[in-house]
T-cell receptor, first 116, second 113 residues
């Protein structure tokens, strides 16, 4: 299947700082990527859809000025958590759709963010 | 996309078959059944999908009822490494890989020695 990577796999930061998470499709191009957030013992919740060459679309309740998304190329999307606070601590996961084979989305390994 | 219902949790003995049910009674004619699993602290992993015929791959088998209102994911010989949360998702397929996926609660499968 298609491979999606994320970097970093985990990050610890102080409250008030910004953190950037990268999502890359390694062996295919993706004009769209998705960002999810998962709190402990909960399911994945879609945060936003990243679109190459245009603005991201955010789900209701997700602050676009706090979670900045940049789809810089056909293989890279970045999520920046600005002015992070402890309540932003979560597991962030990206996915990219791949039209071949299973015709579905493939997920990155996730990034564990801990804000102190 | 149609809503799915899965049991919250299941146990399975190592080496035995794990049968995970999913109800999707409001599924539409152009919607596929997809299964993903999420091992602890990892991203979801695609397992298998189907429209109306039963499907099998190296990971699992998918049995879809004739009326398509329910399905069962079968792990033929469960191992400890199959312990994970399994998500059944119904979505439009056929070139619509870019459509968002909606995750429900899934089934937490615990494989025990």
């Amino acid at each position: 299947g298609a491979v999606v990577s994320q970097h970093p796999s985990w990050v610890i930061c102080k409250s008030g700082t910004s953190v950037k998470i990268e999502c890359r499709s390694l062996d295919f191009q993706a004009t769209t990527m998705f960002w999810y957030r998962q709190f402990p013992k909960q399911s994945l919740m879609l945060m936003a859809t990243s679109n190459e060459g245009s603005k991201a679309t955010y789900e209701q309740g997700v602050e676009k000025d706090k979670f900045l998304i940049n789809h810089a190329s056909l293989t890279l999307s970045t999520l920046t958590v600005t002015s992070a606070h402890p309540e932003d601590s979560s597991f962030y996961i990206c996915s990219a759709p791949h039209s071949g084979g299973a015709d579905t989305q493939y997920f990155g390994p996730g990034t564990r963010l801990t804000v102190l | 996309d149609a809503k799915t219902t899965q049991p919250t949790s299941m146990d399975c003995a190592e080496g035995r078959a794990a049968n995970l049910p999913c109800n999707h009674s409001t599924i539409s004619g152009n919607e596929y059944v997809y299964w993903y699993r999420q091992i602890h602290s990892q991203g979801p992993q695609y397992i298998i999908h189907g429209l109306k015929n039963n499907e099998t791959n190296e990971m699992a088998s998918l049995i879809i009822t004739e009326d398509r209102k329910s399905s069962t994911l079968i792990l033929p010989h469960a191992t400890l490494r199959d312990t994970a949360v399994y998500y059944c998702i119904v979505r439009v397929g056929g070139g619509n890989a870019g459509n968002m996926l909606t995750f429900g609660g899934g089934t937490r499968l615990m494989v025990k020695p």
